[in-house]
């Protein structure tokens, strides 16, 4: 089992650029989770799916989007990229339980 | 809203035993959750508490009291490797969890 992964690793944007982070789950989770990290700041929530075909909006889903076509893979769409968006974007998957299982995380910079 | 509260940053001996703080104010509670950490890591999931009480694994403890809004994560015999941050979230609906900021534990010899 790999678990969560995460693509790519690093990204470096430019403002105005879009691009989508990949997140696939080989552990048949219905529930995935989408969460920005900020430095010295907890995580937030943009999106999650309950399943496929299934996604709503967390606390900060302004300038994201996502979609859920398959069990495993929940990929998040950045359009028009700003600085703000700068931030560790981790994705998390279960099943029924609140223990969250995260993906490694990408590194998002836009300058 | 949910609204969690941890200090940011604690610093505690090898060996001793730490105490990290919890409060919470959330509406629609369903369990306090802790994860840690490690610098430049994925958060992993440390240990939980849906109902008041210690729940003990190891070298590591959680305590709630739902009436007070209060948790602790209470760690034991500290070694270096327990260097990082400790995450508090509450649980809500869809298995959502919200985090508190992070308290940041540095181990030191």
């Known amino acids: 089992n790999a678990g969560v992964t995460q693509t790519p690793k690093f990204r470096i944007l430019k403002i105005g650029q879009s691009m989508t982070l990949q997140c696939t789950q080989d552990?048949?989770?219905?529930?995935m989770y989408w969460y920005r990290q900020d430095p010295g700041m907890g995580l937030k929530l943009i999106y999650y799916?309950?399943?496929?075909?299934?996604?709503d909006k967390g606390e900060v889903p302004n300038g994201y989007n996502v979609s859920r076509s398959t069990t495993e893979d929940f990929p998040l769409r950045l359009e028009l990229a700003a600085p703000s968006q700068t931030s560790v974007y981790f994705c998390?998957?279960?099943?029924?339980?609140?223990?969250?299982?995260f993906g490694p995380g990408t590194r998002l910079t836009v300058t | 809203g949910q609204n969690i509260d941890q200090p940011t940053e604690m610093t505690a001996t090898e060996g001793a035993i730490v105490q990290i703080n919890c409060t919470y104010q959330?509406?629609?509670?369903?369990?306090l959750f802790w994860y840690q950490q490690h610098a430049g890591e994925a958060p992993t999931f440390l240990s939980y508490?849906?109902?008041?009480g210690l729940e003990e694994k190891g070298r590591f403890s959680s305590f709630l009291s739902r009436s007070k809004g209060y948790s602790y994560l209470l760690l034991k015999e500290l070694q270096m490797k327990d260097s990082a941050s400790y995450l508090c979230?509450?649980?809500?609906?869809?298995?959502?969890?919200?985090f508190g900021k992070g308290t940041k534990l540095s181990v030191i010899p």
């Open positions: 998390a998957s279960t099943e029924t339980t609140y223990e969250q299982y």
């Open positions: 552990m048949n989770h219905n529930y």
């Open positions: 799916s309950v399943g496929a075909g299934i996604t």
């Open positions: 959330t509406s629609g509670f369903n369990g």
């Open positions: 508490n849906v109902l008041d």
């Open positions: 979230a509450s649980g809500a609906g869809s298995y959502q969890l919200t």
